[in-house]
């Protein structure tokens, strides 16, 4: 028989719920409110005089062709990231589900590179790729392929795209690895019997049984590369070359931060805000519709 908790007055469910509430508002109502708030206003380097503006921030934006370029970058480096992070972790957790010698210890290494920081995965690959000090950016040069990175904003975008990839790849590791694990072996069995191929039975068996895994992830790792991306640009290339690294976040920072252009900072925010909510909103209005719950 199922249990059910039944609450016979209101006090108690409030007072559950208030921590996570009162959090919420904290860190995140109450800051996107100021954003929308100041995005509106023109304010002096020191944040002594503010001018209500309007929407003026907003068309000074749009009007601006380095910010339209910041968008093509942002478009370049989400789908990049996207794209190589649930890719190879999808490879990665196939392969670690299988019946092998040490998986359970090939399992524990693919997920720590989760816990470095993005500063510090950042640095990990600064040694791998610099051009002067990196053992892979060396090798290149002394092969006769010209690597600079700090140079060729092409070959900055592919360390940006790569480095915060890779600080993605453990994330999802784990999340395919356990919608691999949930799927029933029978079912695949039967298929193996039927004589279905290995390639045919992942295509029409597995993945369609790991689509709500997937679309969980797709949404996540769309966020995270919007957001969460912030200390491995910061430390590799700071946006450079000639701003070939500048997304939408980091050009936030770089108005806000070190321009001191609050009001110009906060319409981008809310842009960038708009475009998230936009994005997550199609995918459940879309995609969600070829999941298989």
């Not at 100021?34 to 005089?49: H, K, N, T, Y």
């Not at 589900?97 to 524990?108: H, V």
């Not at 092409?154 to 600080?167: D, E, G, P």
């Not at 992830?217 to 919007?226: H, S």
Request: glycine share 6%; aromatic share 14%; net charge positive.
């Amino acid at each position: 028989m199922e249990r059910k908790v039944v609450f016979r007055g209101k006090a108690l469910p409030l007072a559950l719920l208030a921590p996570q509430l009162l959090i919420t508002i904290v860190f995140f109502f109450w800051p996107a409110g100021q954003a929308v708030w100041f995005s509106f206003l023109r304010q002096d380097a020191f944040g002594i005089r503010s001018t209500f503006v309007g929407l003026e921030n907003f068309t000074d934006l749009f009007a601006d062709p380095l910010y339209l370029e910041t968008i093509r970058n942002t478009v370049v480096f989400s789908t990049g990231v996207t794209v190589i992070a649930l890719a190879t972790a999808l490879l990665l957790a196939v392969l670690a589900d299988r019946q092998i010698r040490g998986s359970g210890a090939y399992r524990t290494l693919l997920i720590w590179p989760y816990a470095i920081a993005p500063a510090v995965a950042a640095v990990l690959w600064i040694f791998l790729f610099h051009p002067q000090i990196g053992l892979v950016g060396r090798a290149l040069n002394g092969a006769g392929i010209p690597w600079d990175y700090k140079l060729n904003g092409n070959q900055a975008m592919l360390m940006v795209i790569l480095a915060s990839a890779w600080k993605q790849v453990s994330y999802n590791f784990i999340f395919f690895l356990a919608g691999l694990q949930s799927i029933p072996k029978s079912v695949l069995e039967a298929a193996a019997i039927d004589g279905a191929r290995p390639a045919y039975r992942f295509w029409t068996i597995t993945f369609p049984l790991l689509s709500p895994t997937t679309f969980f992830l797709l949404v996540v790792n769309l966020v995270y590369a919007f957001f969460d991306t912030f200390g491995v640009i910061d430390a590799l290339t700071k946006g450079g070359p000639a701003k070939a690294t500048e997304t939408l976040i980091y050009r936030a920072y770089v108005d806000g931060r070190v321009n001191l252009d609050i009001g110009l900072s906060s319409a981008q925010s809310v842009v960038l805000m708009l475009v998230v909510i936009a994005l997550t909103a199609i995918q459940f209005r879309f995609i969600e519709r070829r999941v298989h719950y």
